[in-house]
């Protein structure tokens, strides 16, 4: 298959009423036939690419259009404003800058308490640092995460939004991630079932509750315009090939770009195809987290974000009789991700109904957090 299966998920939609159990009426029965269809699509797809759209979900479109406006408003803000709140040690969500050459690194991390430690020159020295390496662009994206409203209960640092953005960019994001908080649970019943668990499998205390680590964060590809002279064979990587840690992603993209690999590793062979853009859908991937539990019967697959470029004329660069010469342009393209993270405390072991004699258990047992901090470990080369 070239191309990700799309899935209307609305039968699913049926089975979170009445207090999320499943009940006797039809449309709540997980053996009635447009469930069934919806649960094949998704084990399908779960196996062949652990990719694929769905359409239908229920998320209220005005939370959408808020959050994807405040996320631009916001991208265009000063960067003295968006660096107020850098991602630490200590938070792991916040303002981050990466240069996307392959490999995914930050090359800016600036709170207000490193100005503030700076002392009065300090403070210019630091924002004239911001804006030379906001400026090194073109192959670099800028992103702003979230993590949990109950930081208590999950044990993740309580939410920071920057000061000096409107108090309607924290609404819109607080919005965003209720909805898609509900979004997961959705589909968390339609994975269960599709791995032959009980449908509130993965929503059981203690492993996807009110202290699960989920997190969200708004995407910002800034345009590209690049000369004619360059080789346009080369792909221009915007976000570098990855998988995400965790159960599975929520993504919305607002344009052409993201890829997903064929082959299980990125080298001269690799085949990537493109996932089609499509405004109306999300689309999801499953995490190493769910590739693990299900003893790798499903997958978590390799994926990136490459420019798409359009010819166009550059205005900006005329000849002496007025000609404008070509300029490819790649327009700005932004995204947000809800990444699923399951409770710190909760632990993974392959499913029994992922293993037998074929599929003897391939991993030991791990906590949900432990794995999160291996992969993460792992991304920035120490372990
Ligand atoms: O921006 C996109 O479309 C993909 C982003 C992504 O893969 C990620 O943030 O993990
Ligand atoms: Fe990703």
Redesign the pocket.
Known sequence: MTTIPIIDISPLLALHSNNNTVNNNKNNDPNNVPIKQTIQQLATACQTHGFFAIIHHGVNTDILSRAWDESQRFFDLHPSIKTNVGMTEEYPYGYENYESLGVERSILVHDTNTRERDGGDGKDFARDKVEKRMSLGPDSKE?FSIGPMNSIQSGMPSRRFPQGAPPSFDEALTDYYAAMEQLARTLFRGLALALDLNDDYFLREGIFDEGHQCAL?I?N?PELVEHEDVNRDEVRIR?GA?T?YGAM?I?K?GGP??QLCLTPEEDDGATWIDVPHMSEAFVINLGDLMQRWTNDRWRSTL?R?VAVFDKDWDERNQDEEGEASHVYRSQR?Q?I?FFVNMNGDATVVPFETCVDKDHPRRYGPIKASEHLMQRHLRSMGKS
């Open positions: 992103t964060r995407l590809y976000a990855h995400d992603t993504l993209s770009g993201l994926h974000v393209r995204s991700a």
